[in-house]
Nanobody, 121 residues
Framework: QVRLVESGGGLVQAGGSLRLSCAAAGSILSINTMGWYRQAPGKQRELVAAITSGGSTNYADSVKGRFTISRDNAKNTVYLQMNSLKPEDTAVYYC???????????????WGKGTTVTVSS
């Protein structure tokens, strides 16, 4: 069984920084793309940033230049460094990963339970 565990959320003032972490654990053979999504109250879940196993990244336009995604393949962990936070960044942030496990031919998408980020003005 595979699980993703996020950490690092919290309350921060506008202009501040937070670093989110997401560790994958379980019977993992390999992980391809890992990403962060967010869902604000009353809104749809949206992609914030993603990173491939080779290190290629993409970002939502709203966070470019402020957020940085990275990963440690040896630790099966993805990070999201969030700087210059704005009140509109307030949301529940979810980790997502495509994971290969024993007994399955392809990667399955897994989600974490989410961590809350609140940015006060």
């Amino acid at each position: 069984q595979v699980r993703l565990v996020e950490s690092g959320g919290g309350l921060v003032q506008a202009g501040g920084s937070l670093r989110l972490s997401c560790a994958a654990a379980g019977s993992i053979l390999s992980i391809n793309t890992m990403g962060w999504y967010r869902q604000a109250p009353g809104k749809q879940r949206e992609l914030v940033a993603a990173i491939t196993s080779g290190g290629s990244t993409n970002y939502a336009d709203s966070v470019k230049g402020r957020f940085t995604i990275s990963r440690d393949n040896a630790k099966n962990t993805v990070y999201l460094q969030m700087n210059s936070l704005k009140p509109e960044d307030t949301a529940v942030y979810y980790c997502n990963a495509g994971i290969y496990t024993l007994g399955l031919a392809g990667a399955m998408m897994h989600w974490g339970k989410g961590t809350t980020v609140t940015v006060s003005s």
